[in-house]
T-cell receptor
């Protein structure tokens, strides 16, 4: 039973447009969420995080939105660049704060 | 300075054999994490260490998996009696303190169980 779900396996966007990657979770007790980016044959890199006390966190071209009532978060990338093409993982910290629970990832392709 | 290193980079083994995967964290990082990514699957968190202790081992997939960390530095992940479903890329990360935001990942060890 997946506690963190990324229902879109892939997303294609044109350069300069907005990319929106979605993530849903089932446990309302989760209170910290992260997004990671992963290129092939490399380890993931941390992108941005959000605590449940906020509904938005912004870092440059990346913004994460959290809707606690819907148990949904999204990552917006504006403007999208070809170098953003990668697999994006959403993750939640478990209640005990001892583990990360990941979604299965969304592959973003940005075409020039 | 040097990043997180993992060895071997690739390991092919026969079903039933034991394997040891090694992770050298960034010097001075007190927290160390193990993950794996199976083919077609997302990232799966396995275990983390704060210093030499692992407060939660429930992420390890079975009792064939064990991990240790000695001297607050190098960690080994051991898989006993490997099965084909253990085939995956095993990733290690470290962070200066226990922080999910500041993890630096190694390149991973690709394990193939024949």
């Amino acid at each position: 039973d997946q506690q963190v779900k990324q229902n879109s396996p892939s997303l294609s966007v044109q350069e300069g447009r907005i990319s929106i990657l979605n993530c849903d979770y089932t446990n309302s007790m989760f209170d910290y969420f992260l997004w990671y980016k992963k290129y092939p044959a490399e380890g993931p890199t941390f992108l941005i995080s959000i605590s449940s006390i906020k509904d938005k966190n912004e870092d440059g071209r990346f913004t994460v939105f959290l809707n606690k009532s819907a148990k949904h978060l999204s990552l917006h990338i504006v403007p999208s660049q070809p170098g953003d093409s990668a697999v994006y993982f959403c993750a939640a910290v478990n209640q005990a704060g001892t583990a990360l629970i990941f979604g299965k990832g969304t592959t973003l392709s940005v075409s020039s | 300075g040097a990043g997180v290193s993992q060895s071997p980079s690739n390991k092919v083994t026969e079903k039933g054999k034991d394997v040891e995967l090694r992770c050298d964290p960034i010097s001075g990082h007190t927290a160390l994490y193990w993950y794996r990514q199976s083919l077609g699957q997302g990232l799966e968190f396995l275990i983390y260490f704060q210093g030499n202790s692992a407060p939660d081992k429930s992420g390890l997939p079975s009792d064939r998996f064990s991990a240790e960390r000695t001297g607050g530095s190098v960690s080994t992940l051991t898989i006993q009696r490997t099965q084909q479903e253990d085939s995956a890329v095993y990733l290690c990360a470290s962070s200066p303190t226990r922080s999910w935001d500041t993890q630096y990942f190694g390149p991973g060890t690709r394990l193939t169980v024949l």
